[in-house]
């Protein structure tokens, strides 16, 4: 099974044609954390001792967080998952996070801050795998 840490070439340009004007958007993602957290090539993070992937994520959340305020962003929902209900058995997930951003511009801005950029490798450390999937909301579901 393929692994997925980074955006594929391309999915950016897409991903702003596609939510650019549209408002709010909700971001899925779906984490695998690693047992240990590997620091290769990140020394400007890395802390003094070994941590786990779960701690190294956690890193990443603190310094995250003042960044996504800045921003206008917010956490809606970040907790632990296991197995699906409806879905592939082989396919498990250590945490969910929901992430709401006021628009796409916001959302870009926020991703290649200066200081977002400078800690996010605790997030590169951290996982084996995830999911990134953005979602606007549909109108008129009621």
Known sequence: MSKYLDAAPGAGK???RDFHGKGKIVMLNLLKFKVIADYTNLEKVKPSG???????????MDSTLPELR???SR????GTASGFLIG???EKWD??????HKSVSKFMGFANSEDYLKNAG???AA?????????TEIENHT
């Open 122 to 124: 605790h997030r590169s």
């Open 70 to 72: 800045k921003a206008g």
């Open 127 to 135: 996982l084996e795998d995830s999911r990134l999937l953005p979602s």
């Open 14 to 16: 897409r991903f702003y």
């Open 75 to 78: 956490i809606l929902y970040y």
């Open 88 to 90: 592939p058995d082989l």
């Open 50 to 60: 070994e941590i786990s992937g779960k701690e190294a994520y956690q890193l990443y």
């Open 95 to 100: 945490a969910i996070l929901l992430v709401e």
